[in-house]
Each structure stands twice: as structure tokens, then as C-alpha cells.
């Protein structure tokens, strides 16, 4: 960047480079998920795996199972997701591209949302696909009232991923690495499991109908919540 | 300051047992198990207490990248887990008797089951990171995200809850005045043994840390 005296506006090129980084971390970072096979691939694999244990654990087609099985996909997905969000900022660690990234001149909100964005893309990826498997394992009968599910996904997904890059963030500088993670992400988001859990099963239920609303609402409150805060403090997360 | 913190808990330690044991009246129905109720109630309050010193020394922190206020957030916070486990623990013993089941998913014991998960996976963080201030940004970071999602938790709760059917619901307790200032005693002393722990915590931590700078130097 050239020296700029500092009483000058900001020129277009500077405004603009924060999105620009955004945009640029989101493609390699898609590229790398879907092209590895440590991947997006492996996740989706492990997520189907948990999605049979439970299966195998239970007795096939028993009633308890049934009537948990909306609890047992978003086991699923957090697990996985879990998984995902845990590579966010292992490459840029490795070969400390990280520092580079925080050299940067530009507000570090944008790197965090670039890979805000990858993660919120690729767990909704892996809700899409683990939900058909989801359907087929345990025999859930697809009612009008599926459509709500359009609606829960992005909302967890919003949620799981806010809290989750930011941790993941966190997690780098800790000795237990994926496991720092897990236990810092799961505790604080039990709010969004149990939101979509609720809500999951009352739009799989045969014969129900939708009441309780108020479970949007609260993962409304918790994605608002989350993203904002994470996007003020992600300042003091990178970098030393 | 700390000395004196001390002096004072010890007469105001026996007037708690005092009053809990001697003082207060036996309940009718309880019997004497209810007597543990001074204690349970006094630690869960001190317990938040804790963590409401943590959130505030953690913004602080943040703030001013002052290394005492970090050393204050996670002192603070290591009583607070304490306290927290030691509710919990009185609280399964008074349960046991009096409501037949050690816990019950009522929506405060969940919630404060989700805020003891919150504050031990703050501590682990803390235990696993090389010194330096990565590690206390990091966790002051933690403790202001854990302190958020509190009232998040309560409002999901008790909404869960309520769907389901609650088959005991929670206490309801008409007290008797000696058993009032049983109680007010009780909550004092223990908000008086955690400003000494809490004291003697950070003092030990900065002498650990000068003891350190100047190893370090040598």
C-alpha cells in the first residue's frame, strides 16, 4: 500500500478492500472444503455415521427413537458442523498465513466475515444432505409443514456458525485445539439446539401443527445477539 | 485488607452456624434436612455473584489490557465453579429427601447447569495456553460471551420446560423472620468468604507472576 497522508478520505480502492478480502478468503476457502477430501466430504460421512450409531444403539424402529429423531439429526449436524468450523483457521496457522491476514489494512470484522460466510455455507450444505439420509434412516413422512425447515436451518446455521468462527479463532491458541472448541461451542449454543430441535419435530410430527413460534424468535435473538458480538470483539481474537 | 476480611469471617463463620443450626427454627414439614438451605442459597448467590465479577474485570481487561484485571476475572472465576458445584451439591442433598430424586430438569437447575458447563470449559481454556496475552484476551473474550448468553439460556429454559410437563414444580418458601435473618447471615458470610478467597487468590497469583518476572530476568 502506498503512504497515504493520514488527513486524506479514504479512496474507493480502500473502501472497497474489505469486502474484496471477504469475498477472496469465502472462494479459496469453499475451493479448499469442496475439493479436499479431508473436507466437506469426511464431515458429511461422519455426520451419517453419528446419524447410525444412534440407529444401532437403539432398537430399529423403536418408538423412543421415533420420537427423538428430530433430536438425533441436529446431533448429527453439531457434530459435523463441529468438525468444519474446527479447520476455519488451522491452514492460515499452519503456515501462518494468519499474520499476513492480520497485517492487512483493513478492518479484521471482514476476515471474520469471510469465514463466517464459508462456515455458514457449508453447514447448511451438510443440513441439505444429511437431512434426505435423515428421512430414509428413520421413516419421517414429509408433511406441508416441512417448509419450516427452510427456515430453521439458516437460522441455526447462522447461529452454530457465529459462535463457532469465533471459537475457532480462540480455539488455535489453545493446546486442545478441536477439542477447545467443542467445549467452549457447545455449552453456549444449547439455546440454539433446543430452539431447533423443538421446532424440527413439531414440522415432522404426523398429524400436528405448528405452535410455539416463539422458537424463531428466540433463534432470531440468539443469531442477533451472537453475530454482533462476535463481530465487535473478533478484533482482540486475531493476531497476537 | 485482606487480613481484616479474614479476622471478620472467623466470629461471622460461627454466627452462621449458629444461626442455621441453633436459631432458626426446625421446619415443619422438611424437618432438619431444610437447614442446608442456608447454605445452598448463600454459595448459588455468591456463585453469580462471581461470574457477574468475571464478565465486569473481563471487559475491563479488554479495555485496558491491564494484566490485574485478568488475574481478578479468572481468580474470580475459579470460586465461582467452586461455589457453583458446591449449589449444586447441597442442593442434591436437600433434593433427595425432600423432592425423592437428586435433580429434576426444573428450568433453574437446568440453567445453572448450563452456566457451570459455560465457567468449567472457561477454566479448562484458561488451563491449556502458554502465558502470555493472547491467553488472557482470549479468555476475557470467553467470559464476556459466556456472561451474554446467560439470559438467552433462561428464556430457552424455561420455555423448554414448560412445553413438557413439570412434575414438581419449584419451591415456594413462606419463611419465618428468624428464618429470614438465618438466611441474610448465611448470604453475608459467604459474600464475605469470597472477597477472602478472592483476595488471597489474586495475591497469590501476583507473586507468582512478580516471582516469575524476575526469573525471568535472571
Known amino acids: ?240 | 485488607m485482606r487480613f481484616v476480611l479474614l479476622v471478620l469471617l472467623y466470629p461471622a463463620m460461627i454466627l452462621t452456624l449458629y444461626c442455621a443450626f441453633i436459631f432458626a427454627p426446625t421446619e415443619a414439614v422438611m424437618g432438619e434436612v431444610q437447614r442446608i438451605f442456608y447454605f445452598h442459597f448463600s454459595v448459588d448467590l455468591v456463585c453469580f455473584l462471581a461470574f457477574f465479577v468475571l464478565f465486569i474485570f473481563s471487559i475491563a481487561y479488554l479495555a485496558t489490557g491491564n494484566r490485574k484485571f485478568d488475574i481478578w476475572a479468572s481468580s474470580s472465576g475459579e470460586i465461582g465453579v467452586l461455589f457453583g458445584t458446591l449449589a449444586m451439591v447441597t442442593g442434591s442433598i436437600w433434593a433427595k429427601p425432600v423432592w425423592n430424586t437428586w435433580w429434576t430438569w426444573d428450568p433453574r437447575l437446568t440453567t445453572f447447569l448450563i452456566l457451570w458447563l459455560i465457567y468449567v470449559a472457561y477454566l479448562l481454556l484458561r488451563a491449556n495456553m502458554a502465558e502470555s496475552d493472547k491467553k488472557y484476551k482470549l479468555s476475557a473474550v470467553f467470559g464476556i460471551l459466556g456472561f451474554i448468553d446467560v439470559p438467552i439460556v433462561w428464556m430457552s429454559i424455561r420455555w423448554w420446560r414448560t412445553i413438557h410437563p413439570v412434575v414438581i414444580t419449584s419451591k415456594s418458601i413462606n419463611l419465618d423472620p428468624d428464618m429470614k435473618t438465618t438466611m441474610f447471615v448465611a448470604l453475608g458470610t459467604f459474600t464475605l468468604l469470597y472477597a477472602v478467597l478472592l483476595n488471597f487468590r489474586v495475591r497469590q497469583r501476583k507473586l507468582d507472576y512478580e516471582i516469575t518476572a524476575k526469573w525471568m530476568e535472571a
Request: aromatic fraction near 12%.
Open chain 1, 1 to 240: 500500500m502506498q503512504a497515504t497522508p493520514p488527513a486524506a478520505p479514504p479512496s474507493q480502492r480502500d473502501m472497497r478492500i474489505g469486502p474484496q478480502t471477504a469475498f477472496a478468503i469465502l472462494k479459496k476457502d469453499l475451493l479448499l472444503e469442496f475439493r479436499g477430501k479431508e473436507g466437506f466430504l469426511s464431515n458429511l460421512f461422519f455426520g451419517l455415521l453419528v446419524l447410525l450409531l444412534f440407529v444401532f444403539t437403539f432398537d430399529p424402529g423403536s418408538e423412543a427413537l421415533r420420537q427423538g429423531s428430530a433430536a438425533v439429526f441436529w446431533i448429527a449436524v453439531a457434530f459435523a458442523a463441529v468438525l468444519t468450523l474446527g479447520r476455519t483457521f488451522q491452514r492460515e496457522t499452519e503456515d501462518r498465513a494468519v499474520d499476513v491476514l492480520s497485517l492487512l489494512p483493513l478492518d479484521p470484522a471482514w476476515i471474520f466475515l469471510g469465514k463466517l460466510l464459508t462456515n455458514f455455507l457449508v453447514i447448511l450444505m451438510l443440513m441439505l444432505l444429511i437431512f434426505p439420509l435423515f428421512v430414509v434412516f428413520f421413516d419421517v413422512t414429509l408433511t406441508w409443514r416441512c417448509w419450516l425447515l427452510a427456515a430453521i436451518c439458516p437460522l441455526a446455521a447462522v447461529g452454530l456458525s457465529s459462535v463457532g468462527t469465533l471459537f475457532a479463532a480462540v480455539a488455535e491458541s489453545s493446546r486442545l485445539r478441536q477439542l477447545a472448541l467443542s467445549i467452549m461451542m457447545y455449552p453456549i449454543s444449547i439455546p440454539v439446539l433446543i430452539a431447533a430441535v423443538q421446532l424440527t419435530q413439531q414440522s415432522i410430527k404426523p398429524g400436528g401443527q405448528i405452535e410455539n413460534w416463539h422458537w424463531l424468535t428466540l433463534l432470531f435473538i440468539f443469531d442477533a445477539v451472537f453475530l454482533a458480538a462476535a463481530l465487535i470483539i473478533f478484533d482482540y481474537v486475531l493476531g497476537d
